[in-house]
């Protein structure tokens, strides 16, 4: 089954603590893993992505952590802000002929309180 | 501007009447997406372009809805007889080539039949 799960569904964070939100996938195909971030009225952008033969990977304040052997992924970000407060969206990607599906998590809306 | 654009940016229209909406990809940019978000869901893939054909369909959810690229750019995605159940975000996106993984969103149509 090519699913994405992610959780939680909604998260509130006070300003300066730590936002957590993780994955899991079931396909070993996935070689690509995503996270976008979308603020209300705008398309989904691309945050931080991570490829399976490395654990980690940090830029600024985000973090992803990898757990090939679990099959699960989280994103992590530090520090977070009132301007983080938007929808995360967790993906993972895997090649189909000329074409890189892309199987989307439902999404968690994450508010930071100031 | 360099990024997705797509048009109109709202649509109000009444149940039965056909509707267009349009999608101007980043130049360059051989493979296009089509995908639908409904309130507070995820995304939901509809069709997939490379250059002009189509090879993946598998997401449109019925015959009212088609798609069509033209000159390996722009695209239009139709929807014909509109049903209340239409009534989402449609979202563009577009990636640059077979090697590339990210796709890079536009702001959405926002459609609303009434």
């Known amino acids: 089954q090519q699913q994405v799960k992610q959780s939680p569904q909604s998260l509130i964070v006070q300003k300066g603590g730590i936002s957590i939100i993780n994955c899991a996938y079931e396909?070993?195909?996935?070689?690509?893993f995503p996270w976008y971030q979308q603020f209300p009225g705008k398309g989904p952008a691309l945050l931080i992505a991570?490829?399976?033969d490395v654990s980690e990977k940090k830029e600024g304040r985000f973090t992803i952590s990898f757990n090939k052997s679990a099959k699960q992924f989280s994103l992590h970000i530090m520090d977070s802000q009132p301007g983080d407060s938007a929808t995360y969206f967790c993906?993972?990607?895997?090649?189909?002929?000329?074409?890189?599906?892309?199987?989307w998590g439902l999404g968690t809306s994450l508010a930071v309180n100031p | 501007g360099a990024g997705v654009s797509q048009s109109p940016s709202n649509k109000v229209t009444e149940k039965g009447k056909d509707v267009e909406l349009r999608c101007d990809p980043i130049?360059?940019?051989?493979?296009l997406y089509w995908y639908r978000q409904s309130l507070g869901q995820g995304l939901e893939f509809l069709i997939y372009?490379?250059?002009?054909?189509?090879?993946?369909k598998s997401g449109l959810p019925s015959d009212r809805f088609s798609a069509e690229r033209t000159g390996g750019s722009v695209s239009t995605l139709t929807i014909q007889r509109t049903q209340q159940e239409d009534s989402a975000v449609y979202l563009c996106?577009?990636?640059?080539?077979?090697?590339?993984?990210?796709?890079?969103f536009g702001p959405g149509t926002r459609l609303l039949v009434l």
């Open positions: 996106a577009s990636r640059l080539g077979r090697s590339q993984e990210t796709q890079y």
């Open positions: 396909n070993t195909a996935f070689d690509y």
């Open positions: 372009f490379q250059g002009n054909s189509a090879p993946d």
């Open positions: 130049s360059g940019h051989t493979a």
């Open positions: 991570i490829r399976p």
């Open positions: 993906a993972a990607s895997f090649p189909a002929g000329n074409n890189r599906k892309l199987i």
